[in-house]
């Protein structure tokens, strides 16, 4: 029987410790939506289709890694057109910085919406919501705004601890 209790005991002494440290990573933070009255950033990146194992992905991301320290205050962006099921299943990303203009072998991406939905995510990487409950989250505060998304959906790379995803609203 003290066998039994000290096991209960250090479970409960375990699952209090995970919430804590859960939170404390920023677990609990509620996602920060607000709706915006301007044309999402104009950006200009590359598009990468393949499988998430071709090197190509890596090096299209670090070839805009690259720019992003020539050009200070930029952020790196990514639109998923399509996301992998698995790690043979093609995907189509773009991948690229909020600069006005493309230069050399940058393709420009702009948004002719007026309007869009910015949730702002604050936590460790580790115990962020996945990328469908954010979603889910941004379809509800837009019912809610009585608009209607593009069905893009831009993550915009602020730091280790923050994200943003911003929603393009038809106009």
């Known amino acids: 029987m003290k066998k039994l209790g000290f096991i209960l005991i250090f479970l409960l002494f375990l699952g209090f410790a995970g919430f804590y440290f859960f939170n404390q990573l920023g677990g609990n933070t509620p996602i920060e939506m607000i709706l915006i009255e301007s044309s999402p950033e104009t950006m200009a990146g590359k598009t990468f289709i393949g499988i998430p194992q071709d090197p190509k992905l890596e090096e ?15 952020k790196i ?4 057109y399509i996301e992998p099921a698995g790690k043979l299943d093609t995907m189509n990303v773009f ?6 203009f493309a ?3 940058l393709e ?11 949730a702002t995510i604050t936590a460790n990487k580790w115990v962020m919501p996945s990328p469908a409950k954010v979603k889910a989250q941004i379809e509800e505060f837009a019912k809610k705004n009585q608009v209607e998304l593009s069905g ?6 602020i ?8 929603a393009p609203v038809k106009d």
């Open 95 to 100: 991948v690229g910085l909020n600069l006005p």
């Open 108 to 118: 420009g991406k702009t948004f002719s919406e007026k309007k869009y939905i910015q």
């Open 103 to 105: 230069t050399g072998d």
């Open 77 to 80: 962006h990514t639109i998923y």
């Open 60 to 74: 299209t991301f670090k070839s805009i890694e690259s720019l992003k320290t020539l050009n200070p205050g930029t």
């Open 152 to 157: 893009i959906f831009i993550d915009k790379i």
């Open 159 to 166: 730091s280790e601890s923050e994200v943003q995803v911003i």
